[in-house]
Antibody, heavy 118, light 112 residues
């Protein structure tokens, strides 16, 4: 089955760190760009970052640049998002997505909730 | 404060047609044919409905169609069904800054 499964979410204090993972299966992971998209409670979608097939290019939304790092392990069919210096406004459900760049995101995971609170 | 502007809500009756607009600029919607649309039911992940302005992925009903004129893209849903009630988001490639993908703020579709 073609799917993406995120993990690693949880409750973290402001200023803390967290690493999200996304396990891909059922397709040739190394052939695709991959993205992270987040959705704050009751709010819309916000694209966070994406990474090229061979990790040679990475892009970030301005609000997370310097704090978040996207990476991938093609041998493990896995995508990661290392988040540091976390703020309350980073609270959201984080989705990983298969990115048919620059066209769009054609496959989404179920999401993992990240809550930043003291 | 989304880069792309969508109406907050639209409504229609079963069987009717509705259109959701998505307005950007020449740096995104108007400059590239890389507009996509997503449907999201409450508590669920988004689903790709339309890509490259007018194309439908396999499995998406032809009741969903996309178009673009200038800096505004549109999603039209014909023959509305109860299960179409959901949030809809547009997205586009963007040549501005380091963020190559932007989303609209979303539109809540109510099927009365």
């Amino acid at each position: 089955e073609v799917q993406l499964v995120e993990s690693g979410g949880g409750l973290v204090q402001p200023g803390g760190s967290l690493r999200l993972s996304c396990a891909a299966s059922g397709f040739a992971f190394s052939n695709y760009w991959m993205s992270w998209v987040r959705q704050a409670p009751g709010k819309g979608l916000e694209w966070v970052a994406n990474i090229k097939r061979d990790a040679s290019e990475k892009y970030y939304v301005a609000s997370v640049k310097g704090r978040f790092t996207i990476s991938r392990d093609n041998a493990q069919n896995s995508l990661y998002l290392q988040m540091s210096s976390l703020r309350a406004e980073d609270t959201a459900v984080y989705y990983c997505g298969r990115d048919i760049s620059p066209t769009g995101i054609d496959l989404w995971g179920q999401g993992t909730l990240v809550t930043i609170a003291s | 404060q989304s880069v792309l502007t969508q109406p907050a809500s639209v409504s229609g009756s079963p069987g009717q047609s509705i259109t959701i607009s998505c307005t950007g600029s020449s740096s995104d919607v108007g400059g590239y044919n890389y507009v996509s649309w997503y449907q999201q039911h409450p508590g669920k992940a988004p689903k790709l409905l339309i890509y490259e302005v007018t194309k439908r992925p396999s499995g998406v009903f032809n009741r969903f169609s996309g178009s673009k004129s200038g800096n505004t893209a549109s999603l039209t849903i014909s023959g509305l069904q109860i299960e179409d009630e959901a949030d809809y988001y547009c997205s586009s490639f963007s040549s501005v800054s380091t963020a190559p993908r932007v989303f609209g703020g979303g539109t809540k579709l109510t099927v009365l």
